[in-house]
């Protein structure tokens, strides 16, 4: 996969299938879009994803985890468009002509019911569609995907991901949601209670379930490994200034410092807390364990 980020001055030589959108999360409704274009692969054109980049914005997913998903997907470019102002105050009908037909040589468009484009989002696919049968190129709008009867949107998984409803999260977008990160060196508190940890400490801008313990499964050079995390600020041992993510694994323990890991989320236990000793954070610590392993149909003994 090709990506084109950074710059506004971008040209795409080849026949395109390209859908546009945010797509933060790329959950399922993401899905069904990329499912559409990569179709078109067989009639020849290359398949594009277009979105913008918002800079600091708090996300669902980070840059170089959206381009992993979809380059496992098989898209072959991804054009993050920097949000500035020769683009954001470009009318609808000029972003039509100037970036879809000049630059990127679309000849067909992916969209969703309720998308919209161009200065103050004038545009939206009833543009596109009049547009398209002036300038060559076809337009499917695709309806949202539903779960439950309700509509899956980045907002409504941002909602349940803030209660820290992981296993419904994870439903909405497909797979579970993770962070990713190296593994710094912490205080080793941890080790000493015979319980070592692996410390991450994810970009700000990542979106993260509220503070406190679930089970979850770690990725390591392509193993996974099933253990719990827990998500705040360590206000036992003396607390930290930034929220970081700390993973006991049930059966690993080795050196990882400096490894790039990624934690994926599932079940939800308990909320961070203060404990009176290192005794009793201890304590609790092996009933999370027993917790964890039960989540996920194991036992002690198994």
């Given at each position: 996969?090709?990506?084109?980020?950074?710059?506004?001055?971008?040209q795409?030589?080849?026949?395109?299938?390209?859908?546009?959108?945010?797509?933060?999360?790329?959950?399922?409704?993401?899905?069904?879009?990329?499912?559409?274009?990569?179709?078109?692969?067989?009639?020849?054109l290359?398949s594009?994803?277009?979105?913008?980049?918002f800079?600091?914005?708090?996300?669902?997913?980070?840059p170089?985890?959206?381009?992993?998903?979809?380059?496992?997907?098989?898209?072959?470019?991804?054009?993050?468009c920097?949000?500035?102002?020769?683009?954001?105050?470009?009318?609808?009908?000029?972003?039509?002509k100037?970036?879809?037909?000049r630059?990127?040589?679309?000849?067909y468009?992916?969209v969703?019911?309720?998308?919209?484009?161009?200065h103050?989002?004038?545009?939206?696919y009833r543009?596109?569609?009049?547009?398209?049968?002036?300038?060559?190129?076809?337009?499917?709008?695709?309806?949202?995907?539903c779960?439950?009867?309700?509509?899956?949107?980045?907002?409504?998984?941002?909602?349940?991901?803030?209660?820290?409803?992981?296993?419904?999260?994870?439903?909405?977008?497909?797979?579970?949601?993770?962070?990713?990160?190296?593994?710094?060196?912490?205080r080793?508190?941890?080790?000493?209670?015979?319980?070592?940890?692996?410390?991450l400490?994810?970009?700000?801008?990542?979106?993260?379930?509220?503070?406190?313990?679930?089970?979850?499964?770690?990725?390591?050079?392509?193993?996974?490994f099933?253990?719990?995390?827990?998500?705040?600020?360590?206000?036992?041992?003396?607390?930290?200034?930034?929220?970081g993510?700390?993973?006991y694994?049930?059966?690993?323990?080795?050196?990882?410092?400096g490894?790039?890991?990624?934690?994926?989320?599932y079940?939800f236990?308990?909320?961070?807390?203060?404990?009176?000793?290192?005794?009793?954070?201890?304590n609790?610590?092996e009933?999370?364990?027993?917790?964890?392993?039960?989540?996920?149909?194991?036992?002690?003994?198994?």
């Amino acid at each position: 996969m090709k990506i084109i980020e950074g710059t506004t001055e971008f040209q795409i030589e080849e026949q395109t299938a390209v859908s546009l959108g945010k797509f933060d999360g790329l959950h399922l409704g993401h899905q069904l879009l990329v499912e559409r274009i990569l179709e078109k692969k067989r009639e020849g054109l290359k398949s594009l994803i277009f979105t913008f980049d918002f800079g600091d914005r708090p996300v669902l997913l980070l840059p170089q985890e959206r381009e992993e998903l979809l380059r496992r997907r098989g898209v072959d470019y991804l054009l993050e468009c920097p949000f500035v102002e020769e683009i954001s105050h470009m009318e609808a009908e000029d972003f039509v002509k100037e970036i879809l037909v000049r630059r990127l040589h679309a000849r067909y468009l992916a969209v969703g019911t309720d998308f919209h484009f161009g200065h103050h989002r004038k545009g939206d696919y009833r543009l596109l569609k009049r547009m398209g049968a002036e300038y060559g190129f076809e337009v499917e709008v695709v309806e949202k995907a539903c779960w439950q009867g309700e509509e899956i949107s980045s907002s409504r998984i941002r909602r349940e991901l803030e209660q820290g409803n992981m296993e419904l999260v994870g439903q909405l977008l497909g797979y579970a949601y993770s962070v990713t990160g190296e593994v710094l060196h912490g205080r080793k508190i941890g080790r000493t209670l015979g319980l070592p940890t692996i410390n991450l400490l994810p970009e700000e801008r990542k979106l993260l379930p509220p503070n406190g313990v679930y089970a979850t499964r770690t990725v390591i050079a392509g193993e996974i490994f099933e253990g719990i995390t827990n998500i705040g600020y360590k206000p036992t041992v003396g607390g930290e200034t930034r929220r970081g993510v700390e993973t006991y694994l049930f059966d690993l323990d080795r050196d990882l410092y400096g490894e790039i890991l990624t934690v994926r989320f599932y079940g939800f236990e308990r909320p961070e807390k203060k404990f009176a000793s290192l005794e009793e954070l201890k304590n609790r610590i092996e009933q999370d364990v027993e917790w964890g392993r039960m989540y996920f149909g194991e036992s002690e003994n198994s």
